[in-house]
């Protein structure tokens, strides 16, 4: 079963920076989508960034702070954060999906989910 390993999250002061790593047991060439989502205890997941081949897109919350990117060089995908807040604070997932064909030649979606790092941002 794919994998997906997050690292890169820890306890910062605001206005501090981290980045975060997200390493599939596979190749991250597969992945053709991933996307970072982030939840904090009793609330809703929360789609904080995503990559799609070479497009990005990005919460409103997170604009301007935030930089996905991916580097097929070293199987990583990243979340660059800079500039981060109390309410960044969050438990953050890595997502990936991919595709493969079926035995009559259609395309299938596989989606898969990571266990997440701790983010915690505090003065």
């Known amino acids: 079963q794919v994998q997906l390993v997050e690292s890169g999250g820890g306890l910062v002061r605001p206005g501090g920076s981290l980045r975060l790593s997200c390493t599939p047991s596979?190749?991250?060439?597969?992945?053709?989508?991933m996307a970072w989502y982030r939840q904090a205890p009793g609330t809703a997941s929360e789609l904080v960034a995503s990559?799609?081949?070479?497009?990005?897109k990005y919460a409103d919350s997170v604009k301007g702070r935030f930089t996905i990117s991916r580097d097929n060089a070293k199987n990583t995908l990243y979340l660059q954060m800079n500039n981060l807040k109390p309410e960044d604070t969050a438990i953050y997932l890595c997502n990936a999906e991919s595709t493969h064909l079926d035995y009559e030649g259609d395309t299938e979606y596989d989606e898969y989910w990571g266990q997440g790092t701790q983010v915690t941002v505090s003065p």
């Open positions: 990559i799609l081949t070479s497009t990005t």
């Open positions: 596979t190749s991250l060439a597969a992945f053709h989508y």
